[in-house]
């Protein structure tokens, strides 16, 4: 009965302790979460812009990324790099993952389209 006593509580405590060095689920990238940038690249009517989603993160690449994207129109851009989703909620680059430090952009041509990130995950190890 000491015995499985002992393993519990010695289970328990390298769990317990597991928790503290733990660094996955986007931890190390917390602070660092995707951004977009706009730049209007057009002054014609409609303008243009230029859309540039950056994954923040030095260490672990992002995935999943969505942003509120208003009354945004699919037809604008293909939906390999945004997608719309629902009112108010596309998706970057299909949710597929965008490695550290790097951008995914796009251009479209509209008045311009108030582009947010919403959520996101981080695929660190």
Known sequence: ???IASFALLALFFLS???LFHSGSGAKCAANGPTV???QVGFGDPPKFRV???NNCPMCPVINVHVECGSFNQSL???RLL????RN???VGGGLPLPPLQKLSFTYSHSKYSLN????DFQCE
């Open 77 to 79: 851009v293909s939906p």
């Open 52 to 54: 540039e989603v950056q």
């Open 37 to 39: 940038k706009q730049t």
């Open 1 to 3: 009965m000491k015995c």
């Open 17 to 19: 302790f597991s928790g």
């Open 117 to 120: 990130p919403s959520s996101w």
């Open 83 to 86: 997608k719309v989703v629902d």
């Open 89 to 91: 909620d596309c998706v």
